[in-house]
């Protein structure tokens, strides 16, 4: 199991940048795929972006050209800087394993996206 804590959430106006981190736990981090999703009210969960263990990405058509995920897996950390924020992306976000495992859900960061 991988514990994960999430954090770097706000209140920012559109446009605006957000760097989220997650710090996590566990000996199998550094080979894992990792991945940040979102789930805005009243919408399912989605994944937005995610990374391998040697640092290939894929992002959602949502976010592309956007946000960027990256990882340091001396650190376990992954972390997701998010610019040109839109209102659109107000959302709780979570890291977790790719494909996600059910418990290793953390508590999510809230994003806002508000003028």
């Known amino acids: 199991q991988v514990q994960l804590v999430e954090s770097g959430g706000g209140l920012v106006q559109p446009g605006g940048s957000l760097r989220l981190s997650c710090a996590a736990s566990?000996?199998?981090?550094?080979?894992?795929?990792m991945g940040w999703y979102r789930q805005a009210p009243g919408k399912q969960r989605e994944l937005v972006a995610r990374?391998?263990?040697?640092?290939?990405?894929n992002y959602s058509d949502s976010v592309k050209g956007r946000f960027t995920i990256s990882r340091d897996n001396a650190k376990k950390m992954v972390y997701l800087q998010m610019n040109s924020l839109k209102p659109e992306d107000t959302a709780v976000y979570y890291c977790n394993r790719y494909p996600a495992v059910y418990d290793d859900w953390g508590q999510g960061t809230q994003v806002t996206v508000s003028s």
């Open positions: 990374i391998t263990s040697r640092s290939s990405t």
């Open positions: 566990g000996s199998i981090f550094s080979i894992a795929e």
